[in-house]
């Protein structure tokens, strides 16, 4: 078995849409519109075959949850780049360019090298081997 996708709400579709395609090679599909809900969504798929649908519509509250504090549910997701020079120079080119850096590149206690970052939305992106 195998995670086949994640799903994000968001009230910035294009916006997302570009952040992961241009920071982590996603292909979008070509956007897929219900007129009669206001619902769109792009599926974004990554080279090893998991895919992000990030979905878009009117009538969808923002999230309560504070950004910093953890809580129940999903709080991550972990994107793999395949080396450490590569976590610490997507992080530091996400820094540069605006993103905020929950943690920078470092070797965890159960031994992941990883940085944590946040998308355009808040969300929590562990960038890792």
Not at 35 to 63: A, V, W
């Amino acid at each position: 078995m195998k995670i086949e996708h994640i799903s994000l709400w968001t009230n910035q579709l294009e916006k997302l849409k570009d952040f992961y395609c241009t920071y982590f090679h996603a292909q979008a599909n070509n956007k897929y519109i219900n007129h009669s809900k206001g619902f769109e969504s792009y599926f974004l798929s990554f080279d090893d075959g998991c895919r992000l649908e990030i979905m878009q519509m009117p009538s969808i509250p923002n999230n309560l949850n504070n950004t910093y504090d953890q809580y129940i549910g999903l709080i991550h997701f972990a994107i793999s780049v395949g080396n450490q020079s590569t976590v610490v120079s997507l992080t530091e080119r996400l820094k540069a360019e605006g993103y905020e850096v929950i943690s920078n590149p470092r070797t965890t206690g159960d031994g992941y090298f990883e940085s944590v970052i946040l998308d355009p939305d808040g969300n929590r992106i562990e960038i890792t081997i």
